[in-house]
């Protein structure tokens, strides 16, 4: 299990691909992404979420494209 801190040092390098799976055009690979998103839900931080205005960010991007 990955640690709060852990993602506090990687949250830069998770963002990007996630959000780049939830963006993409293909159903599998946009699945693949809110796969990720509800995984990262359950571990992240809630704190990092808010702060880093990732929770807003996967609001709007889940109720645009849903």
């Known amino acids: 299990m990955v640690q709060a801190s852990t993602y506090e040092s990687i949250w830069h390098l998770l963002l990007p691909p ?3 799976f939830l963006d993409d055009f293909e159903a599998s690979y946009k699945l693949r992404g809110v796969r990720l998103v509800s995984d990262l839900l359950a571990r992240v931080p809630p704190d990092l979420l808010k702060r880093t205005g990732v929770d807003g960010l996967l ?7 849903f």
């Open 18 to 20: 996630v959000m780049t």
């Open 59 to 65: 609001f709007t991007v889940c109720h645009d494209h």
